[in-house]
C-alpha cells in the first residue's frame, strides 16, 4: 500500500488542522493505521492509531482529548483532527499502515509509511 499525508501547515496555538492520508491498493480497510511524529532532532513518537473497523482507538497521553483519529474506508483515508494545538506539536507528521492484529504504539511494528507533512504551531 502507498500512504500519501496532506494537510500540515502553520497555525497559531490553539487553532485546529485536520491532516488526511489517501491511501492506494483496495486492501486498505484490512490494515491498521497510525500517525506519528517528528519533532527536530527527537525520535518518531506515537500520536494515534485505529483498527480497521474504527472501533478501537489508541491515544498519546500528550494529544488525548485533543485529537482525533478517524477512517473512511470507502475513500481509503485515515485523518488526524488536531484541535488546541500546541507549539510542542510542531514536528512532522507521519502515517503509517500495519498489517499486524494489534494497536501498536511502536513505529518499528508499523510496516508502510507516508512521506510525512510539516505542522508548525507558532505562539
Known amino acids: 500500500v502507498q500512504l500519501q499525508a496532506s494537510g500540515g501547515g502553520l497555525v497559531q496555538a490553539g487553532g485546529s488542522l485536520r491532516l488526511s492520508c489517501a491511501a492506494s491498493?483496495?486492501?486498505?480497510?484490512?490494515?491498521?493505521m497510525g500517525w506519528f511524529r517528528q519533532a527536530a532532532g527527537k525520535e518518531r513518537e506515537f500520536v494515534a492509531a485505529?483498527?480497521?473497523?474504527?472501533?478501537?482507538?489508541r491515544y498519546a497521553e500528550s494529544v488525548k482529548g485533543r485529537f482525533t483519529i478517524s477512517r473512511d474506508n470507502a475513500k481509503n483515508t485515515v485523518y488526524l483532527q488536531m484541535n488546541s494545538l500546541k507549539p510542542e506539536d510542531t514536528a512532522v507528521y507521519y502515517c503509517?499502515?500495519?498489517?499486524?492484529?494489534?494497536?501498536?504504539?511502536?513505529?518499528?511494528?508499523?510496516?508502510?509509511w507516508g512521506q510525512g507533512t510539516q505542522v508548525t504551531v507558532s505562539s
Open positions: 503509517a499502515a500495519r498489517t499486524g492484529s494489534y494497536l501498536s504504539t511502536d513505529p518499528k511494528e508499523y510496516d508502510y
Open positions: 491498493g483496495r486492501t486498505f480497510s484490512s490494515y491498521r
Open positions: 485505529i483498527s480497521w473497523s474504527g472501533g478501537l482507538i
